[in-house]
């Protein structure tokens, strides 16, 4: 089993990037799919997540409506689509799925989680 991110990059703040992670081996469309962030010398955070029928998302606070999280099923894809970015955005950013958690529940990772490799994004001010 595999997640694969990509869409990371340096950006100016005010811009906008999208985050795409493909998950190979299996499919995640029982469970939620969704994505954390690990700045430098802090912890890993959640960002945001999606149902298993895309039907249903959570996020965390700080996105305050910046940030949307989406899935394509047919792809076994999540994307985050981040729109006015900030220079704190900056982080790596982690796709993460859990078979049958609810996107609410994926916010509290188990053990149970896979994760990818991670994605850089540099918001410059």
């Known amino acids: 089993v595999q997640l694969q991110a990509s869409g990371g990059g340096l950006v100016q703040a005010g811009g906008s990037l999208r985050l795409s992670c493909a998950a190979s081996?299996?499919?995640?469309?029982?469970?939620?799919m969704g994505w954390f962030r690990q700045a430098p010398g802090e912890e890993r955070a959640f960002v945001a997540a999606?149902?298993?029928?895309?039907?249903?998302?959570y996020y965390a606070d700080f996105v305050n409506g910046r940030f949307t999280i989406s899935r394509d099923n047919a792809k076994n894809t999540v994307y985050l689509q981040m729109n006015t970015l900030k220079p704190e955005d900056t982080a790596v950013y982690y796709c993460?799925?859990?078979?049958?958690?609810?996107?609410?529940?994926?916010?509290?990772?188990?053990?149970?989680?896979?994760w990818g490799q991670g994605t850089q994004v540099t918001v410059s001010s």
């Open positions: 993460t799925a859990r078979p049958w958690a609810s996107a609410q529940a994926l916010a509290v990772p188990t053990r149970d989680n896979y």
């Open positions: 081996g299996r499919t995640f469309s029982t469970g939620a």
């Open positions: 999606v149902s298993g029928s895309g039907g249903a998302t």
